[in-house]
Each structure stands twice: as C-alpha cells, then as structure tokens.
C-alpha cells in the first residue's frame, strides 16, 4: 500500500482566477464568511472557488493582517481591514473612489417631528 502524507506546513496552488474572485468579493462587500467544511467544494456566494481554497485565502491574509477573523460556531467570519483594503486595492487595480460596502457611508432619512408631541411632557418633575 502506498500511503501519502500532507506536512502541515503544505502550499495550496490557488489557480489565479480563484484568487481574483476571492478578492473582488471580499473588497466589494467588506466582510466574507466561510464554514469550516473542506470537503464542500462550492462556496454559496463566490463562484468558482472552493471551500478550501477560500478557507487558505483567509488564512494568508490574516496572517498578514489584512483581515481580522473571528472563528464561531464552525464559521470563521472575516472582515477587511484598513491594510486590506490598500492591498486589495492595489491588487485589483482599483481607484481610490472604490470602497467596500462596509465603508460606504449611509444616508439615514429620519421622519421629522409632528405635532407637539401628543401626552408625552418633557421637563419638569415626574409623576
């Protein structure tokens, strides 16, 4: 019987592709989540890409401290930092108008106040 053994210090070849689409995703929404499964070879939102090779990308860029993770339930959840988002920048060959979704401000419409506020009185002593 010929039996093989993986070092734990083995290199994955992570064909281009995958790696850009990796990439893109992570730069575009911000944060990216990956389940801990090695045998599923398909991510639900990245195309091409499998699980593995996904859970390796993650793995690099933490190391290199351009995502920060946090590992729950069997998920590690990842989220782009500010060192991230230059090196992705500059990989992708993004411009500088370019942000994550996380990092795109919101306009929030508040409904203005009507009325004079019904039976609510402020001020004053309570009771």
């Known amino acids: 019987k010929i039996r093989f053994y993986i070092s734990p210090t083995f290199a994955m070849f992570i064909p281009k592709a995958n790696r850009v689409a990796v990439y893109s995703y992570l730069f575009r929404e ?50 782009l930092t500010d060192e991230g988002i230059a090196y992705l920048r500059e990989y992708l060959a993004l411009p500088e108008s370019v942000v994550p979704a996380t990092h795109k401000k919101t306009v929030t419409s508040r409904p203005q106040d009507e009325g004079d506020g019904g039976d609510r009185k402020f001020g004053g002593e309570g009771g």
């Not at 499964?37 to 990308?57: F, R, V, W």
């Not at 860029?61 to 998920?75: D, G, M, P, V």
């Open 30 to 79: 911000g944060v990216m989540v990956v389940k801990k499964d090695t045998i599923n070879m398909k991510h639900p939102d990245i195309e091409g890409a499998s699980n593995l090779e996904i859970m390796n990308i993650a793995k690099s860029l933490n190391s290199k401290e351009y995502i920060r993770t946090t590992f729950s339930w069997q998920h590690t959840y990842c989220y």
